[in-house]
């Protein structure tokens, strides 16, 4: 299976790594030439190409799955709907348009579309209800990457990831230092951030569907720091609550939204379809970075 990787950043390298090995046959696409060498590292094709760019992505060979895994690289709403609406919209007419169309194209969205649900479970079936301009970009992406590729004659997925995290996104000092806000964490480790779109796609499953992508455990915020620090043989780190992270009163709109916003993950659907989580919860998807963290001087 050929296998095309739009945007093939942090994600899509673990992606490719696990295709190629699996006997797959990837090709990551990025922008830069800095972006371009590490697919290359990572020992699978690379083509140099903008994806928003329907011209340059003629330069990408036929596939038999695209995966639109690009970012906008936090930027604002307007850099995330030119990625996300403007440039999936692209790659499904320049794909869909060929003589050899793929089968299916797979779209890496966020759990941030559901919004606010007060620390309540949400999974597929629950209405998506966007609180951000960026996840109301990321909402209307969804919609297109499930009703566009029928239009070509192919289908569409969504992969709803939650927060990642693994190699170069620890993040420890944050949570071992503090001071910590309460909340809740929706994580997946990149290993099975990749390993789930990979058996979705070697599967067949999931077609026409969203299926999130999150660990089995949603965690306190304050429980994991305390975690950590317990493993580390620290002091657990400062708590504070939602009020008094707002009442310092330094927050842009965006981050004030992100704090008030509250819920828990489920990921039932995935499990259901038979994956199996290399990193279930955060305890063994921390257990290197932990260990690395200890022994270093």
Request: hydrophobic share 35%.
């Amino acid at each position: 299976m050929r296998v095309a990787i739009l945007g093939c950043g942090y994600v899509g390298l673990e992606l490719g790594r696990q295709l190629r090995d699996a006997g797959h046959d990837p090709v990551g696409v990025r922008r830069s030439s800095e972006g371009v060498e590490r697919i290359e590292r990572a020992g699978f094709e690379a083509v140099r190409a903008d994806i928003t760019d329907a011209d340059d992505l003629a330069s990408v060979p036929d596939a038999d799955a695209l995966v639109f895994a690009a970012s906008s690289g936090g930027r604002d709403a307007a850099a995330a709907r030119r990625i996300y609406v403007e440039g999936l919209e692209t790659a499904i007419e320049a794909f869909g348009s060929r003589e050899s169309p793929p089968e299916r194209l797979v779209y890496t969205s966020s759990t941030g579309v559901h919004g606010d649900h007060g620390g309540d479970w949400v999974d597929e079936e629950t209405p998506i209800e966007p609180t951000t301009e960026k996840t109301a970009v990321l909402a209307e992406a969804e919609r297109i990457a499930l009703e566009s590729p029928p239009t070509h004659g192919f289908e569409g997925t969504v992969a709803r990831y939650a927060g990642l995290y693994g190699p170069e996104r620890y993040r420890l000092e944050r949570y071992l230092e503090g001071p910590v806000t309460e909340g809740y964490l929706n994580m997946v480790h990149r290993d099975d951030a990749a390993g789930a779109v990979r058996f979705l796609l070697e599967e067949g499953l999931a077609r026409g569907e969203v299926v999130q992508v999150v660990d089995d455990e949603p965690a306190s915020k304050w429980a994991f720091a305390d975690w950590l620090a317990a493993a580390c043989g620290l002091d657990a780190p400062p708590k504070r609550t939602k009020a008094q992270r707002l009442e310092a009163g330094d927050l842009s709109e965006a981050a004030r939204r992100r704090i008030l916003t509250s819920k828990r993950c489920a990921n039932d659907r995935l499990c259901g379809l038979g994956y199996s989580f290399a990193y279930p919860t955060y305890r063994e998807g921390y257990r290197d970075a932990l260990e690395a963290y200890c022994t270093s001087d």
